[in-house]
């Protein structure tokens, strides 16, 4: 597979390739302090789930280093600033949350500030390099759920520049490519910010994958006259029901898999559930800035003064989804088999 790698960590140092300059330039942007790492994640110069929770496990690292030399107490509470600082950077996915969590945790058992500096670093290069292996595990049983069928929608980019390697909802084509699978992905285009038409239909292309770009508003007829065998998505957060949070215009496609009676898939690490909530009635949902809706490009499109609607993502409700499948399975989006998932990750835990 010839796609780049987004994140990167050489000695102490974090790049990460500018997400927002894709598909027409490839250039990777050194991130220095917390702030960079704050306002790559806003800015989605990073952006996915997964992506934003490796980025901001190493900005914590990062901002670690800064406190060299003072003692354990002051660093707690210096450090907890950070991770609030960071993660007010973006409500909706929960990976965020769940890498600065599992950051934190390394924290409570050291007594050090040296120590801790150190820990920190290599929890965060852990939290990456996991990340590549659920991948390509969740790429695994995609590809066996999927079995035979080879005209696929997707939406939005959950693919390896999403991720630390291969994707989630993009890594059965990433692995099928390997593995002589050929599949035919039709990318939805996502508007506001574009991520199919500019990072899928990139990413796939590096990867020689064959794929077609629709705008939003085609899903229904593509579905109908060019025989889309499955939907798959990534996810931003799981609720304990199986309730999902993706990128916004999900919904409307699990809508239409069920109308047309083709299967729904939800692709997604384990970090992205979130057992904690009851159902995607307490997920919050971002709103971003209206200029995403007013603006393609630098060129404006809507009248002067235009009111604007601009929310994220969307959530999926569980009765919709066919399976959600993970690095440890395909599970049904029911309350009580999830629960079982829950269980037995609790069990890994403790
Ligand atoms: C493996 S990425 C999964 C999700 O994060 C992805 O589908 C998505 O919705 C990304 O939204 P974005 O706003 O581009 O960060």
């Known amino acids: 597979m010839s796609i780049p790698?987004?994140?990167?960590?050489?000695?102490?140092?974090?790049?990460?390739?500018?997400?927002?300059?894709?598909?027409h330039q490839t250039r990777w942007i050194e991130l220095e302090?917390?702030?960079?790492?704050f306002e790559a994640i806003i800015q989605l110069k990073v952006r996915g789930a997964p992506a934003i929770g490796i980025t901001a496990a190493y900005g914590l690292a990062i901002a670690a280093k800064k406190y060299?030399?003072?003692?354990?107490?002051?660093?707690?509470?210096?450090?907890?600033?950070?991770?609030?600082?960071?993660?007010?950077?973006?409500?909706?996915?929960?990976?965020?949350?769940?890498?600065?969590?599992?950051?934190?945790?390394?924290?409570?058992?050291?007594?050090?500030?040296?120590?801790?500096?150190?820990?920190?670093?290599?929890?965060?290069?852990?939290?990456?390099?996991?990340d590549e292996e659920i991948c390509r595990q969740i790429g695994e049983n995609a590809l066996s759920l999927l079995n035979g069928r080879k005209k696929v929608l997707t939406i939005c980019n959950a693919g390896t520049i999403a991720t630390g390697k291969y994707g989630t909802a993009l890594a059965p084509f990433h692995l099928g490519k390997e593995k002589?699978?050929?599949?035919?992905?039709?990318?939805?285009?996502?508007?506001?910010?574009?991520?199919?038409?500019?990072?899928?239909?990139?990413?796939?292309?590096?990867?020689?994958?064959?794929v077609t770009v629709i705008t939003d508003n085609m899903a229904a007829h593509t579905i109908a006259t060019k025989g889309i065998e499955a939907i798959i998505?990534?996810?931003?957060?799981?609720?304990?029901n199986g309730d999902t949070a993706n990128k916004i215009g999900t919904w409307q496609?699990?809508?239409?898999?069920?109308?047309?009676?083709?299967?729904?898939?939800?692709?997604?690490?384990?970090?992205?559930?979130?057992?904690?909530?009851?159902?995607?009635?307490?997920?919050?949902?971002?709103?971003?800035?209206?200029?995403?809706?007013?603006?393609?490009?630098?060129?404006?499109?809507?009248?002067e003064g235009t009111k604007v609607f601009n929310p994220a993502f969307d959530v999926t409700t569980a009765n919709l989804i066919t399976a959600i499948i993970?690095?440890?399975?395909?599970?049904?989006?029911?309350?009580?088999?999830?629960?079982?998932?829950?269980?037995?990750?609790?069990?890994?835990?403790a």
Not at 5 to 23: A, F, N, Y
Not at 33 to 37: F, H, L
Not at 253 to 274: E, G, H, K, M, R
């Open 5 to 23: 790698t987004p994140i990167e960590w050489q000695e102490g140092r974090l790049k990460i390739l500018d997400q927002t300059l894709l598909p």
């Open 33 to 37: 302090t917390i702030e960079d790492v």
């Open 68 to 130: 060299e030399g003072v003692d354990i107490e002051t660093f707690h509470l210096r450090i907890h600033e950070d991770y609030l600082y960071l993660a007010g950077s973006r409500p909706t996915a929960v990976n965020l949350f769940w890498a600065l969590d599992r950051m934190m945790k390394v924290i409570e058992t050291l007594y050090s500030t040296e120590e801790t500096i150190i820990s920190l670093e290599q929890e965060a290069k852990k939290i990456h390099q996991e």
């Open 180 to 210: 002589g699978v050929d599949f035919q992905v039709y990318a939805c285009e996502t508007r506001p910010v574009l991520q199919g038409a500019r990072l899928t239909a990139w990413e796939l292309q590096q990867s020689n994958v064959d």
């Open 233 to 240: 998505v990534g996810a931003d957060r799981i609720a304990s």
């Open 253 to 303: 496609l699990a809508i239409l898999a069920n109308y047309f009676q083709i299967p729904f898939y939800v692709a997604a690490p384990l970090s992205t559930f979130d057992f904690s909530i009851a159902s995607g009635a307490d997920i919050p949902i971002e709103e971003r800035l209206a200029e995403e809706v007013t603006h393609i490009g630098p060129n404006q499109i809507t009248p």
């Open 326 to 349: 993970t690095e440890k399975g395909i599970f049904e989006a029911d309350r009580n088999k999830l629960a079982q998932l829950n269980k037995a990750e609790e069990g890994v835990r």
